[in-house]
């Protein structure tokens, strides 16, 4: 199977630099420690990884301490690796830190692609997941040789594993749809509506206190997995001080549910009637 060269979607990816990297970076200026060249560091890094994956390590173990390469390539505690041919879908530059003796870099990236078991054979019923995974690094500057930034930390996971909690987005089913409406079996033809419900499992761990929250949003299409979190968010926070009284909460997410909500389609039009000249004789 042919995969694609990972520096192509690395370099079309879109890359975003937080405000406080961006601000510390503005301060300094041009340089190793500069916006565009950490932002090459940062392309640089997570390139050499998908080529590493694509079954090249050549520029990885190269700027990478030989823990950390094979970390990046056998998450911990998995049964799986990524399966040659991810495609990276974005990049962020999330943390910046000059104070110490080696400045730090945190980059995280998004890519779809898919798992594959890690050892010869996968047992009978292993099923690899594909979709949306994540990962991080930390590069530290050292100032000399071939490759200034190295990499000294980092890992890759599901998205639902970097995240903490998982998200499905789904269309309600006629049942649901009745059982919400309380709309008898017979009810017209349902359609896809501009709806969203969100439902989030959540957990605020100090006070051992769980719960759900629920939420409706009105949207043209649907709100990204970030939007609907955002949304969701402050849900769970008015649940939580609901249950709990003000206080300086930390609830955390188990998991949310998108819904696309059904409702009735509109009736039919009426065929126009059209007038004609023809006389019957």
Avoid at 21 to 43: K, S, Y
Avoid at 94 to 99: G, I, K, L, Q
Avoid at 160 to 189: I, K, M, N, Q, V
Wanted: proline letters at 9%.
């Amino acid at each position: 199977m042919t995969v694609p060269e990972p520096e192509a979607s690395v370099e079309a990816a879109p890359l975003e630099i937080r405000p406080g990297p961006a601000a510390a970076f503005t301060e300094i200026g041009d340089g190793w420690l500069g916006a565009d060249l950490a932002g090459q560091a940062a392309r640089l890094a997570v390139a050499a990884w998908a080529r590493a994956v694509n079954g090249d390590d050549t520029t990885l173990t190269a700027i990478a301490e030989p823990v950390m390469a094979h970390y990046l390539l056998n998450p911990v505690r998995q049964d799986w690796v990524v399966a040659p041919g991810p495609v990276v879908t974005g990049l962020e530059i999330w943390s910046f830190d000059a104070s110490g003796d080696m400045p730090e870099l945190d980059v995280s990236w998004q890519f779809t692609g898919r798992q594959r078991h890690a050892g010869p054979a996968a047992p009978p019923g292993w099923t690899g997941y594909s979709g949306e995974f994540a990962g991080m690094v930390t590069l530290s500057f050292t100032g000399s040789g071939p490759w200034p930034w190295r990499v000294t930390r980092g890992h890759v996971d599901t998205l639902d594993g970097h995240l903490g909690y998982t998200f499905t987005s789904r269309d309600e089913t006629a049942a649901e749809y009745r059982a919400r409406t309380g709309s008898g079996p017979r009810a017209g033809a349902l359609v896809p509506s501009d709806t969203y419900q969100l439902v989030a499992g959540f957990a605020e761990h100090d006070e051992r206190f769980g719960g759900r929250a629920t939420a409706e949003v009105l949207s043209d299409t649907p709100p990204t997995r970030q939007e609907a979190q955002q949304l969701a968010w402050s849900a769970v926070e008015a649940q939580t001080e609901r249950a709990l009284g003000p206080g300086d909460w930390q609830p955390s997410l188990n998991w949310l549910d998108m819904v696309r909500l059904l409702e009735e389609a509109p009736p039919a039009e009426p065929a126009p009637v059209t007038a004609t000249d023809e006389v019957i004789r």
